[in-house]
């Protein structure tokens, strides 16, 4: 399996720029995930989506942010436009449920730098 | 309010010792809870997930356990090895109303040193 593929792995962009990431989930998951880690705040889900609809986005940060899903094989996260802040690395994930018995498998993240 | 503590915040040890994590909670109610370990510029890959009614999960040197009483879960390292260096994240989850909800911990950084 190839597991979840996510690009590009790093980006560094300027300040007002939009920056788009991407995701590819791992075939026959219903569950995807983004997530935001740095090293103040450590691990935030920011949304989850079950079978390309979205489910709960209470931790999208604000409006510059936005996550589509338009197929079962593909998911973006996008922020317009972008702020020094929100350097972080970004994780996409999925599995087949979200409860006990299925595990989350992450991919290897977007490394993003807004200057 | 939910939170999910980690200790120590970092932790050095010798290869081949034995290690152990903790990760106190205050998420109520509680579905289950995954530990997972995460290296240097890679994605978090999980150990063990545990619902309250599980005591204790295992996975090769890897041992967690749960105490939904007390709040309180450890993940405990036997014979430690080189590339056990890594943070050890904790995650707490609910579902609430349908909607599942997870707070991370902080997670702990350890080095294993040869």
């Known amino acids: 399996d190839a597991g979840v593929i996510q690009s590009p792995r790093h980006e560094v962009t300027e300040m007002g720029q939009e920056v788009t990431l991407r995701c590819k989930p791992i075939?026959?998951?219903?569950?995807l995930f983004w997530y935001r880690q740095t090293m103040m705040r450590g691990l935030e889900l920011l949304i989850y989506f079950n079978n390309n609809v979205p489910i709960d986005d209470s931790g999208m940060p604000e409006d510059r942010f936005s996550a589509k899903m338009p197929n079962a094989s593909f998911s973006t996260l996008k922020i317009q436009p972008s702020e020094p802040r929100d350097s972080a690395v970004y994780f996409c994930?999925?599995?087949?449920?979200?409860?006990?018995?299925?595990?989350?498998?992450f991919g290897e993240g977007s490394w993003l730098t807004v200057v | 309010k939910n939170q999910v503590e980690q200790s120590p915040q970092s932790l050095i040890i010798l290869e081949g010792k034995n290690c152990t994590l903790q990760?106190?909670?205050?998420?109520?109610?509680?579905?289950?809870l995954r530990w997972y370990k995460q290296d240097t510029g890679r994605g978090p890959v999980s150990l063990t997930i545990m619902t309250f009614s599980e005591n204790t999960k295992s996975n090769g040197r890897y041992t967690a356990t749960l105490d939904a009483d007390t709040k309180q879960s450890s993940l405990h390292i036997t014979a430690s090895q080189l590339s056990d260096s890594a943070s050890y994240i904790c995650v707490v989850s609910w579902d609430l109303s349908g909607t599942y909800k997870y707070i991370f911990g902080t997670g702990t950084r350890l080095k294993v040193l040869a």
């Open positions: 994930a999925s599995s087949l449920g979200p409860g006990w018995g299925n595990t989350i498998y």
């Open positions: 990760c106190n909670y205050t998420v109520s109610p509680f579905s289950n």
């Open positions: 075939s026959g998951h219903d569950y």
